[in-house]
């Protein structure tokens, strides 16, 4: 079955610092894709970065990597030169790709706080 | 903006009422997916539905339903409400059922049970 874990409740990082999100993954299916979403204040589900089971390398977007590691099914966030914007909620997420029901599943979700 | 149109963005009402939300997902989105988020909480799957036809269902309370109409367009009623169904309701859609595509959230019906 599949199942998402992040062990960081909350985290406070100084601002202009690197941060990783954890994020652990457990799935029977060979073809999966992996999701962080990103939840201001203000409610919003914000997409961030992708990494498909089958990428070879780890997916960038601007400021933000995806340090993904199959074999130990993890796929950390990492967001570099953080920003007091980054304060949010960080969601991790997955849906198996040919799965009959294919539908996306969220861990529980990483506070973090920046501090200037 | 994530094209994803929901209504109404809050709702209170009182235990024992019933109430539908609303869905219109992004032009060309062919699947709908439905999460609650309870206070402080990660995001529940509920139910997704695919050109109509149901095919995920969550943890999705009886008292739930939904249906997907053949504009595309979503609903989510809610019935017999109790006071632990206050959440934050999202819809959101994508283009189909099994691709690696990302989900395009709308903001969220805020529902408060009194």
């Known amino acids: 079955a599949q199942k998402i874990t992040q062990t960081q409740p909350g985290m406070f990082v100084q601002e202009k610092e690197a941060v990783t999100l954890d994020c652990t993954y457990d799935?029977?299916?060979?073809?999966?894709?992996l999701f962080w979403y990103k939840q201001p204040s203000s409610g919003e589900m914000i997409f961030l970065i992708y990494q498909g089971s089958y990428d070879q390398q780890n997916a960038t977007e601007g400021r933000y990597s995806l340090n993904f590691q199959k074999a130990r099914k993890s796929a950390n966030l990492v967001i570099s030169a953080s920003q007091l914007g980054d304060s949010a909620m960080y969601f991790c997420a997955m849906r198996e790709i040919y799965s009959s029901a294919s539908k996306i599943i969220f861990g529980s979700g990483t506070r973090l706080s920046i501090r200037p | 903006d994530s094209g994803v149109t929901q209504t109404p963005k809050h709702l209170i009402t009182a235990t024992g009422q019933r109430v539908t939300l609303r869905c219109s997902p992004r032009?060309?989105?062919?699947?709908v997916y439905w999460y609650q988020q309870s206070l402080d909480q990660g995001l529940q799957f509920l139910i997704q539905y695919y050109n109509g036809e149901e095919r995920a269902k969550g943890n999705i309370l009886e008292r739930f339903s939904a249906q997907q109409f053949p504009d595309l367009h979503s609903e989510l009623n809610l019935s017999s409400l109790e006071l632990g169904d206050s959440a934050l309701y999202f819809c959101a859609s994508s283009v189909d059922e099994g691709n690696a595509g990302e989900l395009f959230f709308g903001e969220g019906s805020r529902l408060t049970v009194l």
């Open positions: 799935t029977s299916d060979p073809s999966y894709g």
């Open positions: 032009s060309g989105d062919l699947s």
